[in-house]
T-cell receptor, first 116, second 115 residues
Framework: DTAVSQTPKYLVTQMGNDKSIKCEQNLGHDTMYWYKQDSKKFLKIMFSYNNKELIINETVPNRFSPKSPDKAHLNLHINSLELGDSAVYFC???????????????FGPGTRLTVL | QQQVKQSPQSLIVQKGGISIINCAYENTAFDYFPWYQQFPGKGPALLIAIRPDVSEKKEGRFTISFNKSAKQFSLHIMDSQPGDSATYFCAASLKNGGSQGNLIFGKGTKLSVKP
């Protein structure tokens, strides 16, 4: 059974379009995250979210917005896509932050976004 | 500002050798230091982790050495195998504060183990 899943695995789109990436976790976790991995493999936190709090990395453009329909899902919406948005986006989840179990994050397989 | 510095960027080791990857951090408020392993086309997966109250943690062939005073920690892979070839990331996270739990990653080390 897949613990953290993302769809689609590949996404190719034109500049200026709006797109979404879906993430689902079946681990019963309370906290979910989005990370961006650039072409040099650098992983950077974009958002962390639980049912009470959204923490936004200050460097993330407001064209990016996470939306959580329920505890098991955290989707990433991107408006007005730019060339620089091309990257691999990873969703992750963990148990409640502040608990010892909450330190371990489980990552999805990633979504490779290419903006043409 | 990069808060976790990782070296080397790439590493080639012969099968059976020892692979060593080093990381240094700046923020003394970090209290959790994991290493993640990433294979091509896959998401990172937790390999081993340590907290600053211990100086070493070993799990099978993988060992983390932690030096709190120097603000450094390292991953040692004993008896390296071709199947260990992957990109390794060190990371750190804060226990308290608004970004609690968010992992700050090093830039990664691409390890190649030659048969």
């Amino acid at each position: 059974d897949t613990a953290v899943s993302q769809t689609p695995k590949y996404l190719v789109t034109q500049m200026g379009n709006d797109k979404s990436i879906k993430c689902e976790q079946n681990l019963g976790h309370d906290t979910m995250y989005w990370y961006k991995q650039d072409s040099k493999k650098f992983l950077k936190i974009m958002f962390s979210y639980n049912n009470k709090e959204l923490i936004i990395n200050e460097t993330v453009p407001n064209r990016f917005s996470p939306k959580s329909p329920d505890k098991a899902h955290l989707n990433l919406h991107i408006n007005s896509l730019e060339l620089g948005d091309s990257a691999v986006y990873f969703c992750a989840s963990s148990q409640a932050r502040g608990t010892p179990q909450g330190d371990t994050q489980y990552f999805g397989p990633g979504t490779r976004l290419t903006v043409l | 500002q990069q808060q976790v510095k990782q070296s080397p960027q790439s590493l080639i080791v012969q099968k059976g050798g020892i692979s060593i990857i080093n990381c240094a951090y700046e923020n003394t408020a970090f209290d959790y230091f994991p290493w993640y392993q990433q294979f091509p086309g896959k998401g990172p997966a937790l390999l081993i982790a340590i907290r600053p109250d211990v100086s070493e943690k070993k799990e099978g062939r993988f060992t983390i050495s932690f030096n709190k005073s120097a603000k450094q920690f390292s991953l040692h892979i004993m008896d390296s195998q071709p199947g260990d070839s992957a990109t390794y990331f060190c990371a750190a996270s804060l226990k308290n504060g608004g970004s609690q739990g968010n992992l700050i990653f090093g830039k990664g080390t691409k390890l190649s183990v030659k048969p």
